[in-house]
T-cell receptor, first 115, second 110 residues
């Protein structure tokens, strides 16, 4: 079974620039998550999709972050404009259902450095 | 609000020694509990999980964890550390939302 694919693996941008990350979940997984992992901290949920609908985006900084999952399969996360504090690893995860008890499969992440 | 506490941001053990990584959760209703491992520049890999049933859970790479409701704990153990176990370990609790601990970096000394 193929895992969760993310690209790019690394990205360096200047502050105020925009950036986009892509995630392709495991085939058939209805639920997709984007997490932000700042160095020294645990992952923080940014947004959760169930198919192509948003279930939870309460911790997404909506003034600069956006995410979509138009066809209920792959997803993109965008930051515009980026700030220095956005430097982090952005992890995508998917699960068959809403995640309770099923666990998640994580991608390798995209490491973003904002300079 | 649910929280997960991992005691010790860094733990060092000698190769062959017991590994004990601590995790406590705060929730009046026990959540589902997970341990993940993260190697440098990689995503999180599921080690083991507790949902219901047997409180001693065995995972991959010789790790196991015991759910103790009375202590609200889910500590991760391995009888004998191997050099390849050096990584960062995250405990997570799932109720309506997923909450991760801040992680524990395990160093294995040869």
């Amino acid at each position: 079974e193929a895992g969760v694919a993310q690209s790019p693996r690394y990205k360096i941008i200047e502050k105020r620039q925009s950036v986009a990350f892509w995630c392709n979940p495991i085939s058939g997984h209805a639920t997709l998550y984007w997490y932000q992992q700042i160095l020294g901290q645990g992952p923080k949920l940014l947004i959760q999709f169930q198919n192509n609908g948003v279930v939870d985006d309460s911790q997404l900084p909506k003034d600069r972050f956006s995410a979509e999952r138009l066809k209920g399969v792959d997803s993109t996360l965008k930051i515009q404009p980026a700030k220095l504090e956005d430097s982090a690893v952005y992890l995508c995860a998917s699960s068959p259902l809403a995640g309770q008890g099923t666990g998640y499969t994580f991608g390798s992440g995209t490491r973003l450095t904002v300079v | 609000a649910q929280s997960v506490t991992q005691l010790g941001s860094h733990v060092s053990v000698s190769e062959g020694a017991l590994v004990l990584l601590r995790c406590n959760y705060s929730s009046s209703v026990p959540p589902y509990l997970f341990w993940y491992v993260q190697y440098p520049n990689q995503g999180l890999q599921l080690l083991l999980k507790y949902t219901t049933g047997a409180t001693l859970v065995k995972g991959i790479n010789g790790f196991e964890a015991e759910f103790k409701k009375s202590e609200t704990s889910f500590h991760l153990t391995k009888p004998s550390a191997h050099m390849s176990d050096a990584a960062e370990y995250f405990c997570a609790a799932v109720r309506q939302k997923v909450t991760f601990g801040t992680g524990t970096k395990l160093q294995v000394i040869p």
